[in-house]
């Protein structure tokens, strides 16, 4: 397991991280998407930890509340040493009646904040992401709340989550010029069946040395290896949960690739589709969560993949995104001086 660093902070996370949105649920979407119990999230919890993982992600409303108490308590009956772990949790989502049950205002956050400390039982947060765009609160409002956190303590580090490019410049922009807590990460969506991300955010997130986590790395298990373009029905979240959405054929080109490559080094498709993350330069960790220890386990294993040039040239000529405006104008007025940049030659 490596450990890398989150943005332009000094905290190191795993490149693995342990999501944990399959604890708790009962009805409904969290129902669907998992329904561990304690002991049950127990075992993914040491199984992570003793394969090198020291990055554990949540969210308040997983399972509406219940996977940061499972989370918490996990931590306590395994004896884990808090001070080793980076826990993350977000907020956002609604988690109460009337208008100010949801968001990213100031009230809406201090107060989420106290209870999802509460229900981890810890005493702060080691990473706080605003868990998507609030359009009816300003965003220095949402930035000055989290460095209050921040400097009372019960915060450390701070990010976002599902936020558009120019989102997250403006708000790194705001936090810059007034001396708040940093934007360090952001936790998106990326795979090999959905790579929307490379057309304005990827770039950004290098321009601004921010850190990339994220989610969903099987797309919702369409890359686990279990379903092909036949139509045939496989178990899995994606056979009652259809999220999240992609361009099937595009992913099922990739999947018939993944299959040739896994065949070849004797292992899942699934961990050679988190391996191809791992070996993209922008991301910083990629969260993996699972129902089952097996799950897990195989997962974890992607840190031992490694692709080759070939193999990587192969994933993306057939994933990648048909070009669009401002960006092959944007390649065309540039080349001259992208090579000048990278190789020193004139053309």
């Known amino acids: 397991m490596r450990y890398n660093r989150l943005g332009q902070s000094g905290l190191y996370v795993s490149e693995l991280c342990l999501g944990t949105m399959t604890f708790g649920g009962t009805d409904g979407m969290w129902g669907q998407i998992g329904q561990l119990r304690q002991a049950e999230a127990e075992s993914l919890l040491r199984t992570a930890v003793d394969a090198g993982v020291n990055f554990i992600d949540t969210a308040n409303i997983y399972a509406d509340g219940a996977s940061e108490e499972i989370l918490g308590q996990a931590i306590r009956n395994l004896g884990l040493n808090r001070q080793e772990l980076v826990i993350a949790t977000k907020v956002h989502g609604r988690m109460g009646a009337g208008p100010n049950g949801a968001g990213a205002s100031r009230g809406h956050i201090l107060d989420q904040a106290k209870a999802s400390l509460k229900r ?100 919702g298990g369409l890359l686990s290896g279990k379903f092909d373009r036949s139509g045939a029905t496989a178990e899995g979240r994606r056979a009652s949960f259809d999220f999240p959405p992609v361009d099937r054929d595009r992913a099922f080109d990739a999947i018939d690739a993944l299959r040739g490559m896994a065949a070849e080094k004797g292992c899942t498709v699934a961990r050679v589709a988190i391996a191809w993350l791992l070996h993209q330069k922008v991301v910083t960790t990629v969260i993996v969560g699972a129902r089952r220890v097996d799950q897990l386990t195989d997962n974890l294993g992607a840190v ?33 001086r992208t090579t000048l940049l990278q190789t020193g030659a004139a053309t």
Do not use: C
Not at 153 to 166: D, K
Not at 185 to 212: F, K, N
Not at 309 to 324: F, G, I, W
């Open 120 to 219: 981890m039982q810890i005493d702060h947060i080691d990473l706080y992401q605003i868990h998507g765009f609030d359009p009816a609160t300003p965003i220095v409002e949402t930035l000055e709340a989290l460095d209050t956190l921040v400097r009372d303590g019960h915060v450390r580090y701070v990010g976002l989550s599902n936020w558009a490019a120019w989102q997250i410049v403006k708000a790194a922009g705001i936090a810059e010029a007034r001396r708040l807590a940093p934007i360090v990460s952001l936790q998106a969506y990326y795979t090999l069946a959905g790579r929307d991300l490379e057309r304005e955010i990827v770039p950004m997130l290098r321009a601004e040395g921010i850190g990339l986590m994220v989610w969903s790395p099987l797309a």
């Open 304 to 336: 031992g993949v490694t692709l080759s040039e070939a193999e990587l040239a192969a994933l993306d000529a057939v994933t990648r995104l048909p070009a669009e405006y401002p960006g092959w104008m944007l390649t065309r007025q540039t080349e001259a």
